[in-house]
């Protein structure tokens, strides 16, 4: 099992550009996220969707859209990327129980410049 | 507000010299408390969940605590390779949401 990937691992985007980050998981879960984390503050939620077919709005999520493809996959799209942007995106899973730890992907690195 | 406060921010051992992180919460209805590994570069990795006040678990040379208020992380005697970014989170009464503190960086030189 590959657990959670995500892709690019890097990208450099110019203000007003637009991109998607790509997230997969092949353990079967219900729930998928997408986190970005800055230093000093941790992890943010900006969206998460409870199963497929249904996303719901985190703690940031002004500028971000999100698709839930399948229940395979979670996407996350910048329609017009800012400076603010620059970050670090964490995609996580959990699994079938309520109570499951989340599993994370290994990061995407945006730099918006 | 749902809050989660770790500290030390960073925090600098000797090798064998034990010490604990802190995790403080404000949460209404915790479900459970999550503690996970971060190496440079990467994704947090899971530790533990702990569940209710009174509850321990340990792994190797780290073993977590938990109170109605506050989380412990009490490593013992740690070696360099212990060297990471340990995050804590609480999830809330709604199931799908998690909070993260900023993490303790810790260094542990030989």
């Known amino acids: 099992n590959a657990g959670v990937t995500q892709t690019p691992k890097f990208q450099v985007l110019k203000t007003g550009q637009s991109m998607t980050l790509q997230c997969a998981q092949d353990m079967n879960h219900n729930s998928m996220y997408w986190y970005r984390q800055d230093p000093g503050m941790g992890l943010r939620l900006i969206y998460y969707s409870a199963s497929e077919g249904t996303t719901d709005k985190g703690e940031v999520p002004n500028g971000y859209n999100v698709s839930r493809l399948n229940k395979r996959e979670f996407s996350l799209r910048l329609e017009s990327a800012a400076p603010s942007q620059t970050s670090v995106y964490f995609c996580?899973?959990?699994?079938?129980?309520?109570?499951?730890?989340?599993?994370f992907g290994p990061g995407t690195r945006l730099t918006v410049l | 507000e749902d809050q989660v406060t770790q500290s030390p921010e960073a925090l600098r051992l000797q090798e064998g010299e034990s010490s604990s992180l802190n995790c403080s919460y404000t949460?209404?209805?915790?479900?459970?408390l999550f503690w996970y590994r971060q190496d440079p570069g990467k994704g947090p990795e899971f530790l533990f969940t702990?569940?209710?006040a009174g509850e321990e678990k340990e792994k190797e040379r780290l073993k977590a605590t938990l109170t109605k208020k506050e989380s412990f992380l009490h490593i013992t005697a740690p070696k360099p390779e212990d060297s990471a970014t340990y995050l804590c989170a609480v999830q809330a009464h709604n199931f799908n949401k998690f909070y993260f503190g900023s993490g303790t960086k810790l260094n542990v030189k030989p």
């Open positions: 949460v209404s209805g915790l479900r459970g």
């Open positions: 702990l569940y209710s």
């Open positions: 996580a899973s959990t699994g079938t129980s309520s109570y499951n730890e989340q599993f």
